[in-house]
């Protein structure tokens, strides 16, 4: 591919990559099986392509792999998420009690992923005034993993049913550092193109985006 | 593709997609060639594609169009920019003085990206104790969004040096919306794997992933 023209990229090559799009999934239900250890390295190397503000490059990476450490985390999720179904009543209480939100208690890989905020990479170029900035950025690299992931038949499930403020006393992280999300990693159980909240009936999509213009 | 099995994408498929990982840019230098409307159109609906807390699909898109809205969000990111360059001393702010941080007087398209921070879709599943995973939805929208434009042969430059609160107002928008970013979008100058920060020394790239265990 000629770097300067820009144009190596072929409608194949497009079409896969919205078909990679389409298959990424939020996946709950994972085999218990052990994943190969260096496509899990490749796709967390692909965390560095992401954007960054400033190039402040403010992501932090927690493997959790102690049965203590795991414990924590789970009891963590499960109060939360009891108290979420305490919030609903009716048939959304039903449905809700029905949902499978994590898959912590078989994912073979589960990591925490954090934006350290007090980091001086970059010199806060770019954060000044929004410094959520930093933020996005994780989260920006937690996609390129994610679609990386899923290219190597592999599932990640974003778990965000959590305190926060508890994870971190759990997991012993310095005081700056934000919690982005808790994360599952292994193989699905299934694959699909169509989210699980859809397939239960909890929610669909709208099927468009919503585009003003001034 | 065998959508149970998930196994079909090949290796040089994932080659391809690090590629176009290392080959996506900031981009603040613009042709003012104008783009394919398809193509652009295209990019946008990738967003659907996005994974969403709750399926609460909170991406809102306002085309910014008119000279008068243009003008605006120019000034805003003047003004923002002045305060930031004020806030450099020695070396840095000279630096900071020559850097090219948006695009907004070339680039053919821009956009502004919020959420609806008030959206009932998804009634709230997944953002109880982190509400900001709602904003988190629109970013990972953006990447795809992003990825999906450098397979075009399109650049996005992502401009955060703006004053949210003066953009809501220009921009008109529901209280309940929080501005994600401001999007210049056409074809780049030039093309390349090496962010422009880097190259002009405003701040190096790690070069390793941080990854503790627990």
Redesign the interface.
Known sequence: ?D?????G?TDD??R?????????R?VRRFKRDAIDEAAFMRC????????S?????P????????DS?RAAALKNFEA?NA??LA??SGD?SET?AS?K?SGMRDAPEQIAIYCDDGTE??????????P??R??SV??A???F???L????LGLG?V?????AQMNRD??VPPQWK???YFCVGY?E????T?E??QVG?????????????
């Open positions: 591919m770097l300067r023209e820009g144009t990229f090559f497009r896969q990559l919205e078909l990679l799009m389409q298959l990424r939020d967390l190397d692909l965390i560095q392509l992401a954007p503000v400033g190039l402040s490059e992501w932090r990476v927690i493997r959790v792999k102690s450490a939360a108290d979420a919030g609903y959304k809700y949902l939100l990479q970059g010199s806060g170029l770019g954060a000044a005034t929004m959520e900035m933020r996005y989260v920006a937690i996609m390129l994610w679609l990386g899923r290219a190597e038949g974003w965000s049913i959590l305190d926060p997991l012993d919690l982005i999300g699905p299934r694959y699909s193109d989210p909240l859809q909890w929610e669909d999509r709208r099927g468009t985006v919503p585009v003003e213009t001034r």
